[in-house]
């Protein structure tokens, strides 16, 4: 088992790292993410953002290079104390809590949260406004905070990705949407159907978080920085992205007024924004096929090895809930019902993030093979107790009258035949397995459905994506039907022609 571990960790940090470069790695949610840090929908391979660009900066100043890490919104700080990355610059909002367990730099950003509606609505002017209605904002940001404390009636809806929340809009699910400024100004003030209304609410500081024991870098980035918003360099980033405010000028003593245009910003609105007719829709799509390759790949390593270590603990598990003493039988039945009973999100979640708090820490790639293997090793354990089972019990009877031993009778007799019963429900969980391995990109893994999700939200296109993300699904599930389907045929000639003779 340990050789076994040693082989998956080598294999998932083997192209992790450029031998001879110190990289400065930072964590961010990708996903949905413009103004912040996204896609370039030019050129999908490359993260472009005002955020992107400041990383950059500080990077170039302390002499490093950056290697960038995907997480979940919600799991950042989780990941930054776990030493996955060792910054996260992905607006987190500097505030008491968060600055009790990482540490923050100065402010790179300030500004304010503002309510956005749809173009006819007259009534929602103010936050108070929309008592009764069905405001959307995101899971974990200071924007829910702030809702939470109102004490007028109302129903609040939250969401992981900015850009649902501003399409449910959009479409009348929601009467209003309150979040981050600068998110209103890529996803909502740009659609024609959305208006942004009311005063702004609240401050928030955007900062740089590092670990907590990581006094050394801390340092270096408060420097970086320091230095960046001196010269004026921050100041232009902001800029060249639409965002500089009085809030960030009066913070850093310079003028409110612009001094570059928002290029940045306004090339966002011509690409991410402008209609494309069929044949540019289609040249798109065959440019993003090298990016799903690289996820569809990454899915098929996590799943065939997951359904390997499934197949080996299901397999000894049954074995030993049917024939093992009975400590070993109440093991396997409590292992079963404990993996069957609880949902395999949980499980991920408490062997990433939770072991290290017990002082083990699981390479990613390790963690998901781990959660996926484990989670179906408990559906393997009953598809090859009932294989086994559907044997007629005089099989074995018969085995040992002949001289063989248990042992010998299941080897050679027994098993062979439950295989042949377990095919067809295996090969359909290994297919679940496939699809369920989209999962582990909370857990820092980018696979298939996570490099859907970063396409998706930049070109906001997830029907066509999407079926083109379900097309390769399809086509890489397939022939591993098709190969199952011939071991059952052949297993079935085999017995077949063993039972004429």
């Known amino acids: 088992?340990?050789?076994?571990?040693?082989?998956?960790?080598?294999?998932?940090?083997?192209?992790?790292?450029?031998?001879?470069?110190?990289?400065?790695?930072?964590?961010?949610?990708?996903?949905?993410?413009?103004?912040?840090?996204?896609?370039?929908?030019?050129?999908?391979?490359?993260?472009?953002?005002?955020?992107?660009?400041?990383?950059?900066?500080?990077?170039?100043?302390?002499?490093?290079?950056?290697?960038?890490?995907?997480n979940n919104w919600e799991g950042?700080?989780?990941?930054?104390?776990?030493?996955?990355?060792?910054?996260?610059?992905n607006g987190l909002e500097i505030t008491p809590d968060r600055a009790g367990v990482v540490n923050f730099s100065q402010p790179y950003y300030i500004t304010s949260e503002v309510m956005t509606v749809r173009k006819d609505e007259n009534k929602i002017i103010t936050l108070e406004s929309a008592e009764g209605k069905r405001i959307g904002t995101l899971a974990g940001s200071l924007a829910q905070r702030i809702l939470a404390q109102q004490d007028f009636?109302?129903?609040?809806?939250?969401?992981?990705?900015?850009?649902?929340?501003?399409?449910?809009?959009?479409?009348?699910?929601?009467?209003?949407?309150?979040?981050?400024?600068?998110?209103?100004?890529?996803?909502?003030?740009?659609?024609?159907?959305?208006?942004?209304?009311?005063?702004?609410?609240?401050?928030?500081?955007?900062?740089?978080?590092?670990?907590?024991?990581?006094?050394?870098?801390?340092?270096?980035?408060?420097?970086?920085?320091?230095?960046?918003?001196?010269?004026?360099?921050?100041?232009?980033?902001?800029?060249?992205?639409?965002?500089?405010?009085?809030?960030?000028?009066?913070?850093?003593?310079?003028?409110?007024?612009?001094?570059?245009?928002?290029l940045a910003y306004e090339e966002y609105l011509k690409t991410a924004w402008k209609p494309v007719d069929f044949v540019e829709r289609?040249?798109?799509?065959?440019?993003?096929?090298?990016?799903?390759?690289?996820?569809?790949?990454?899915?098929?390593?996590?799943?065939?090895?997951?359904?390997?270590?499934?197949?080996?603990?299901?397999?000894?598990?049954?074995?030993?809930?049917?024939?093992?003493?009975?400590?070993?039988?109440?093991?396997g039945i409590a292992y079963v019902e404990v993996f069957r009973g609880t949902p395999l999100l949980i499980q991920l979640f408490l062997i990433f993030y939770g072991l290290p708090h017990l002082g083990l820490r699981l390479d990613p790639f390790i963690a998901a093979v781990l959660g996926l293997g484990l989670n179906y090793g408990a559906c393997e354990a009953e598809n090859y107790r009932a294989g086994i089972l559907s044997i007629p019990k005089a099989q074995m009877d018969a085995s040992q009258a002949l001289g063989m031993s248990h042992v010998q009778a299941l080897r050679y007799i027994i098993l062979p035949q439950a295989i042949r019963v377990v095919i067809p429900p295996v090969t359909n969980d290994f297919i679940a397995l496939l699809k369920d391995s989209s999962l582990v990109s909370v857990i820092t893994m980018v696979e298939l459905t996570s490099i859907y999700g970063q396409l998706a939200s930049t070109y906001f296109d997830y029907l066509g994506i999407g079926l083109l993300t379900a097309a390769v699904y399809f086509l890489i599930g397939l022939p591993f039907v098709r190969i199952s389907r011939y071991f059952e045929s052949s297993l079935n000639v085999h017995f077949s022609a063993n039972g004429k003779r």
């Open 1 to 70: 088992m340990k050789t076994v571990l040693a082989f998956l960790l080598l294999f998932s940090i083997f192209d992790s790292r450029e031998a001879g470069t110190t990289p400065l790695r930072w964590g961010a949610d990708f996903e949905s993410g413009a103004p912040y840090s996204f896609k370039d929908p030019k050129n999908p391979d490359r993260i472009i953002g005002f955020e992107a660009e400041i990383v950059e900066a500080i990077a170039r100043e302390i002499g490093m290079e950056v290697q960038t890490f995907q």
């Open 76 to 89: 950042l700080v989780e990941g930054l104390k776990r030493d996955d990355y060792d910054i996260i610059v």
């Open 153 to 262: 009636p109302f129903e609040m809806l939250t969401y992981g990705e900015e850009v649902h929340t501003y399409s449910d809009l959009a479409l009348g699910r929601l009467d209003a949407v309150f979040m981050d400024e600068p998110i209103a100004l890529y996803y909502g003030k740009p659609n024609p159907a959305l208006k942004i209304v009311g005063p702004a609410v609240g401050r928030l500081e955007y900062g740089i978080a590092t670990r907590l024991n990581d006094k050394e870098l801390t340092q270096k980035i408060r420097k970086a920085s320091a230095k960046l918003i001196a010269d004026g360099t921050f100041r232009r980033i902001l800029e060249r992205w639409g965002l500089w405010n009085g809030l960030t000028a009066k913070q850093w003593g310079m003028s409110a007024e612009p001094e570059t245009p928002a």
């Open 282 to 331: 289609m040249r798109r799509y065959v440019g993003f096929l090298p990016l799903l390759a690289k996820g569809a790949v990454m899915t098929l390593q996590i799943s065939i090895i997951s359904m390997v270590l499934a197949m080996i603990i299901g397999l000894f598990t049954a074995l030993g809930r049917l024939y093992g003493p009975w400590p070993l039988r109440w093991v």
